[in-house]
């Protein structure tokens, strides 16, 4: 009984890996910070972001407390490894560029940037998963516009 | 075990590949298969019998009340009703329940009152009774959850008091498997006079189930858990509950007299059932009961409880395994577990790409998950058709995914 392709697709090891050794664990409690919670309540899956912005809007630190599936928990590790430094305007790319890897949909305008992100392609193929593979990144646009807001 | 896997010839879904493995269906807590006698009469009465009921002087609609109303006497024989007049058709088990907490609960529920359930109810048997408090003033409480899954009855006389003015339950436990005391429970309630519903979506169909013998004044349950359509079910209402209870929808077929300023109702069923009901479901259901009973209910009763046995024997060889629900006793026939080494999703995930269907998640039992501290559980729930060559099947994939994610 060898194992199903697509079922290789989707856990490839660096997801596995991530699920079972999550990066950038943790609270952020400084002032600066904001912190978001986010969950499918359909499947329980929840994330708590905790970021510090800088004051042009880039991301100075992220830690990430959570729990759910090997998908969502993995692709949020590997998301807090992506975003540390980059410019917004980066950050706001990248943001729809693994969107758009997720869900199939348009074209990804900088896929250097994603990196080991591009293997959440292989999603597309699990519909009922898209929310998992999202539900970080989703997190991070509310922290983004939550950080605007208190800048506005 | 008995061996009923030559029943399997009579399910047409059983007998295919899912993704390219022989299909392994253990959801059947969420909804059990048809059998062929089943698809043939929803045919049947759509190529010959087709009219509405209780209103034509025509052959077919005749026929079509006759199989309708003759379905009903099955089912009130097949659950121990008093009279087939105790028995209203309805969507399902949640339809049923609303139907309760809407229209008994705006006569009977005062501000004060007390709603006691348990705290192993799906989500079903919980959302309409806080919205029936919301509504009257009434308050909700419940009975806990023992760590083995049992109810924690030892205070019981504190929570079942004169203020508690409903108390409800579930028969079997759709999460833990537990098949509660629903017969002792509803005689202490009774003898306080407070009004009794049993939810039964796990166990019409799977044992045998009498309420007259439970005692209670509500079953509910629904067809689609025991080989009958899905948009079908049942409401059992003692009789003189019933006759106290207003109508619920105003329409046709629950009237007696209707005026332009008033209308004068029916009494039960009909009272409860306006409009043109799903006919084809309610023979669909006669049917299932009819299959049902060739087999025996105690027999599928007896082979559902020797698989889920094998099958939580068999659980305990993965590492990091926990079972929930009583270790011992007649349990409903099913199993949930929580694996440490993978989630409820991935784990789902990784058995359907093996042909295997199970369910992962809260099982609409979120209070349950939290009381156990568990993000959800995996299940496999089983129906006479299953075999324990499925559960060996079942393991080998299981004992795949500990590696896999491990």
Redesign the interface.
């Known amino acids: 009984?060898a194992?199903?392709d697509?079922?290789r697709e989707?856990?490839q090891q660096v997801i596995?890996d991530h699920s079972r050794s999550p990066r950038n664990q943790g609270q952020l409690s400084a002032d600066s910070c904001v912190h978001i919670h986010s969950d499918n309540p359909?499947?329980?899956?929840?994330i708590d972001l905790y970021i510090c912005f800088n004051d042009d809007g880039s991301i100075y630190d992220i830690k990430f407390e959570g729990?759910?599936?090997?998908?969502s928990q993995a692709s949020t590790s590997m998301m807090t490894e992506k975003v540390k430094s980059i410019s917004r305007e980066e950050l706001i790319q990248l943001i729809q560029d693994l969107q758009q890897t997720v869900l199939g949909q348009g074209e990804i305008q900088n896929p250097e940037a994603l990196g080991e992100l591009r293997l959440f392609e292989s999603v597309q193929k699990?519909p009922q998963?898209i929310k998992?593979a999202l539900l970080g990144w989703r997190g991070l646009e509310s922290a983004l516009s939550k950080n605007s807001l208190s800048r506005s | 075990m008995i061996d009923l896997s030559h029943l399997r010839a009579d399910f047409p879904i059983l007998h295919q590949q899912v993704?390219?493995q022989p299909l392994v269906y253990f959801d059947n807590a969420a909804s059990s298969q048809k059998p062929r006698a089943v698809i043939d009469s929803l045919v049947h009465y759509y190529e010959h019998d087709n009219a509405n009921v209780h209103r034509g002087l025509h052959a077919l609609s005749n026929r079509a009340t006759d199989a309708f109303e003759s379905a009903r006497e099955k089912l009130a024989r097949f659950i121990g009703a008093a009279s087939p007049e105790e028995v209203i058709f309805t969507r399902g088990t949640t339809e049923s329940i609303n139907l309760v907490a809407n229209i008994w609960a705006s006569e009977f529920l005062k501000p004060g009152d007390i709603i006691l359930y348990t705290g192993m109810e799906h989500h079903s048997n919980l959302v309409p009774w806080q919205l029936a408090a919301k509504r009257s003033g009434a308050s909700v409480q419940h009975i806990p959850v023992l760590e083995d899954g049992t109810l924690d009855l030892e205070n019981i006389n504190a929570l079942l008091t004169e203020q508690v003015k409903l108390f409800t339950c579930v028969h079997v436990s759709n999460s833990l498997g537990t098949i509660n005391p629903v017969k002792e429970l509803c005689a202490r309630a009774r003898a306080l006079g407070i009004t009794t519903l049993i939810d039964g979506a796990q166990a019409v169909g799977h044992m045998p189930v009498n309420v007259q013998d439970i005692g209670c004044d509500f079953y509910v349950f629904s067809g689609h858990k025991m080989c009958a359509p899905t948009g079908i079910g049942g409401l059992y209402g003692r009789a003189e509950v019933l006759a106290k209870m207003p109508p619920w929808h105003g329409g046709g077929e629950m009237i007696d007299l209707v005026t332009l300023e008033t209308s004068t109702y029916k009494a039960a069923p009909a009272r409860f059932e306006a409009g043109t009901p799903d006919i084809a479901g309610v023979i669909g259901l006669g049917a299932a009961i009819d299959y049902l009973e060739t087999i025996g209910i105690d027999r599928i009763h007896e082979h559902g409880a020797a698989l889920t046995s094998y099958a939580m024997q068999r659980l305990t060889e993965l590492p990091g395994i926990r079972i929930l629900g009583p270790a011992t006793g007649d349990r409903g026939s099913l199993t949930a577990f929580h694996l440490a080494s993978?989630?409820?999703?991935?784990l789902v995930?990784?058995a359907n790409?093996?042909g295997l269907a199970l369910r992962g998640?809260?099982h609409c039992t979120?209070p349950l998950?939290k009381r156990f501290q568990i993000?959800?559980s995996s299940r496999a729930s089983f129906y006479f058709y299953n075999t324990t060559a499925e559960i060996d099947r079942m393991m080998?994939i299981l004992h795949?995914a500990v590696t896999?994610?491990s």
């Open positions: 009984m194992l199903p697509d079922l989707l856990y596995l359909s499947c329980g899956d929840e729990q759910g599936c090997a998908i699990f998963r998992c | 993704n390219g993978a989630h409820p999703h991935d995930e990784f790409t093996h998640g809260h979120q998950m993000p959800g080998e795949r896999f994610f």
